[in-house]
Protein backbone atom coordinates (compact mmCIF):
# COMPACT_ATOMS: atom_id res chain seq x y z
CA UNK A 1 0.00 0.00 0.00
CA UNK A 2 2.57 2.17 1.19
CA UNK A 3 4.60 1.83 -2.86
CA UNK A 4 1.24 2.39 -4.43
CA UNK A 5 0.91 5.84 -2.48
CA UNK A 6 4.57 7.28 -3.38
CA UNK A 7 3.19 7.35 -7.16
CA UNK A 8 0.39 9.35 -5.38
CA UNK A 9 1.72 11.81 -3.12
CA UNK A 10 4.81 14.23 -2.75
CA UNK A 11 4.21 13.55 1.12
CA UNK A 12 3.73 10.70 3.18
CA UNK A 13 2.99 10.25 6.75
CA UNK A 14 3.76 7.19 8.74
CA UNK A 15 2.22 6.99 12.06
CA UNK A 16 1.70 4.30 14.85
CA UNK A 17 3.74 1.76 15.78
CA UNK A 18 4.85 0.58 12.22
CA UNK A 19 7.55 3.76 12.51
CA UNK A 20 10.05 1.76 14.55
CA UNK A 21 10.74 -0.57 11.93
CA UNK A 22 11.71 2.73 9.49
CA UNK A 23 13.75 3.84 12.69
CA UNK A 24 15.60 1.08 13.09
CA UNK A 25 16.13 0.60 9.37
CA UNK A 26 17.37 3.92 9.27
CA UNK A 27 20.40 2.94 12.14
CA UNK A 28 18.30 4.72 15.13
CA UNK A 29 18.08 3.34 18.22
CA UNK A 30 13.96 2.38 18.95
CA UNK A 31 14.88 0.70 22.42
CA UNK A 32 12.97 -2.05 23.33
CA UNK A 33 9.78 -1.20 20.74
CA UNK A 34 8.00 -3.04 18.36
CA UNK A 35 10.19 -3.38 15.42
CA UNK A 36 8.90 -5.94 12.07
CA UNK A 37 12.60 -6.87 11.71
CA UNK A 38 11.66 -9.33 8.68
CA UNK A 39 10.48 -6.06 7.22
CA UNK A 40 13.54 -4.18 7.73
CA UNK A 41 14.53 -4.49 4.14
CA UNK A 42 11.23 -3.59 2.61
CA UNK A 43 11.52 -0.52 4.82
CA UNK A 44 14.69 0.84 3.51
CA UNK A 45 13.74 0.26 -0.29
CA UNK A 46 11.00 1.97 0.78
CA UNK A 47 12.42 5.26 1.71
CA UNK A 48 14.94 4.39 -1.12
CA UNK A 49 11.67 4.90 -3.85
CA UNK A 50 10.42 7.56 -1.94
CA UNK A 51 13.94 9.61 -2.24
CA UNK A 52 14.09 9.04 -5.98
CA UNK A 53 10.11 9.85 -6.31
CA UNK A 54 10.88 12.92 -4.29
CA UNK A 55 7.91 12.05 -2.07
CA UNK A 56 9.08 13.51 1.97
CA UNK A 57 8.56 10.54 4.02
CA UNK A 58 7.14 12.41 7.71
CA UNK A 59 6.95 10.23 10.75
CA UNK A 60 4.72 10.70 13.93
CA UNK A 61 4.14 8.53 16.60
CA UNK A 62 0.42 8.63 17.87
Do not use: H, P, W
Not at 15 to 26: D, E, V
Amino acid sequence: MIETLLDKCDKLLLGGGMIFTFYKARGLNVGKSLVEEDKLELAKSLEAKAKERGVDFCYRLM
